[in-house]
């Protein structure tokens, strides 16, 4: 949890400043700075240069070996989902600037959750959960298909999506999980029967919208310890499926695909899925992807799939 010393705030059509200092001088210095900061005009940030890509934790056939591997322990009846995670490690000869990556992400997913948090910056289209006074809703995605710049072809995509029994195991699999867990929670639970489609800038995904009525003055944060880590981020049964990544992903999520957002003292807040995003550090940044595997899963087509989630941090890394 990080607490900033200086959060401004837009919210319902209001905008508001808030400072936190150890006393009032402190505090009032804080203020001061920070209206002199936003008096000035902003700079235009640099993109980073020369931006070079490597092998994460695995190389792409040990990856590929872990998802058939893992496919095979689902045909097995070991488990019935679980969610595979890569890496992918960049150096660029300059050190980058977070407020480029945010311009760029912001502007190319607007529909997204744009974030930035001790270095760990992305764009998710998937919220966990957010509560506002007794309204309950989370988002689940599950199930992707790529874009494609025509039109025609990308509509075929898209109904082959709709149509994937495969990706709508995937995706039933995560309504369920996040239900149930909501469930303890909420009335009126509503839960949709069907999902819908939601169009990214470079994937498409099959998603569902659950809302409620909060029954039990749960916080943010306690709903989120109900909820994650979901079916979507990591499968299930979920026991069984942490152990299968720990035997099989190779590598250390750190806080990639863990809760991030904001939360107020009321219990009130966002905290979306950290997805789509990179651990930077510098010069360096660690992006990340992951796919949900089922019986039938191919692991060429969720190299691809990855590659495909990769793409909004690789562009967001490159010049415009």
């Given at each position: ?11 319902d059509?209001?905008?508001w ?11 009032a ?21 020369d931006?070079?890509y ?13 998802v058939a591997?893992?496919?095979r ?6 488990l019935d989902?679980?969610?595979l995670a ?15 990556l ?9 529909s997204?959750?744009?974030f930035?948090?001790?270095g760990?910056?992305?764009s ?6 957010r ?23 990308d ?8 149509a994937?029994?495969?990706?709508h195991q995937e995706?039933?699999?995560?309504v369920?999980s996040?239900?149930?867990?909501l469930?303890?929670?909420?009335t ?13 800038a ?5 998603a ?15 709903l989120?310890?109900?909820?994650h880590?979901?079916?979507a981020?990591?499968?299930t ?25 904001w939360?107020d003292?009321?219990?009130?807040g966002?905290l979306?899925?950290?997805l ?9 940044v ?18 691809a ?16």
């Open positions: 949890m990080t607490v900033p010393e200086v959060l401004l705030v837009r919210r059509g209001r905008t400043l808030s400072v936190v200092g150890a006393d009032r001088r402190s505090s210095a804080l203020l001061d700075r920070a209206l002199d900061d936003l008096g000035r005009p902003v700079a235009v940030p640099d993109a980073p240069r931006v070079r490597a092998e994460g934790s695995l190389t792409v056939p040990q990856w590929q070996g872990a591997a893992a496919v322990r689902i045909t097995d009846g070991e989902k679980v969610v890569r890496d992918v490690s960049v150096e660029c000869s300059t050190p980058v600037d977070v407020r480029y945010l311009h760029r992400l912001a502007f190319s997913y607007p997204c959750w744009t930035v948090v001790d760990l910056v992305g998710t289209p998937e919220m966990l959960v509560r506002l006074g007794s309204d309950v809703t989370s988002r689940v995605l599950a199930g992707t298909m790529r874009r494609s710049s025509d039109s025609s072809r509509a075929t995509l898209a109904s082959a999506l709709l994937s029994a495969k990706d995706h039933e699999y995560a369920r996040v239900a149930a867990a469930a303890a929670h909420c009126d639970l509503a839960v949709p029967t069907s999902p819908s489609l939601l169009r990214l470079n994937v498409q995904h099959l569902t919208d659950i809302s409620g009525e909060l029954a039990d003055g749960s916080s943010v944060l306690a989120a310890a109900s909820l880590p979901t079916a981020v990591c499968g049964p979920t026991e069984r499926a942490l152990e299968v990544i720990r035997e099989l992903e190779g590598m250390d999520r750190g806080r990639y695909a863990g809760p991030v957002g939360f003292a009321r219990g009130d966002e979306g899925i950290a789509r995003c990179g651990a930077l550090s510098g010069s360096s660690r992006l990340f992807a992951g796919c949900g595997l089922v019986a039938g899963s191919d692991p060429e087509a969720e190299l799939e990855s590659q495909a989630k990769l793409m909004a941090m690789r562009e967001a890394l490159e010049s415009a």
